[in-house]
Structure formats: structure tokens, C-alpha cells
């Protein structure tokens, strides 16, 4: 497996290419058992991390909504630019560790425990609802 072709400009998983367009066969062991936990896995880190991703689309209609804010020394902004530095803490700590399960099972052939793999998930949907809140 090429690994120039599992990775973006940017240098990031794209767990797409792991998860999704491998065939069972050609996917490493680790990642053969729990597939569809894995994928799952793989879909919510690509809406974390992808520009395009809903969280990327939600964060940035946040921010364009914060800018143009016109509240009384601007707090409005203030709050929403806040709450959003927050969320992209979080989201790079998550994003770290489900890369570096993804990566681990892809490449040294480290099994996933599939309660870690769906706590993960869980916590990323969790923050990309809070993105989506934001957002409204």
C-alpha cells in the first residue's frame, strides 16, 4: 500500500482511503474485524478534520456570524470566537487519537479494542453537534 496515497497535502489520514475504497482482502488484519466500527470511525474523523467537513462548515459559519456581530462591545463576538478556540482544541486532541488509531491499525497492524473505536466516535459526533449548535 502506497501510504503517499492515504495522506493529504496537509498531511492528514485520509481514513476514507482505509476505510472505504479498500477492499476487505486488501485491508491489513487489524482492520479487517469491525469493519463497519472502523469505517464509522473513519467517516466522523474526515467530517472533523475535512475543510469541507460539517465541522469545518459549521465552525466557519460561527465565525462569519461572530464578525458580523454589532453586539455592544462586541461580545457576541467575543463569546462565539472563544467557544470556538475551544472546539478546535478539542477537535485537534480527538482528531490526534483516532489518527493515531486508524494509522496503527493500517500500518504496524495494532488491533482497535471496538469500545475505544465507538467512544471516539461517540465524542466525535458529540463535538461536531456542538460545531453544528454554534453554527445555528
Known sequence: MNAAMLTRPAGMLTAAALTEVLTRAARPAAMRAHTATLTRLGQVYSQLNAAVGSFGLNTLRASTTALASQSRGDARYTRLENALAGLGTQRDALAGRMRAILLGAA????HVPPGLARKLISEGEQL????????R
Open 128 to 135: 461536531l453537534g456542538k460545531a453544528a449548535l454554534l453554527a
Open 107 to 110: 500500518f504496524t497492524g495494532r
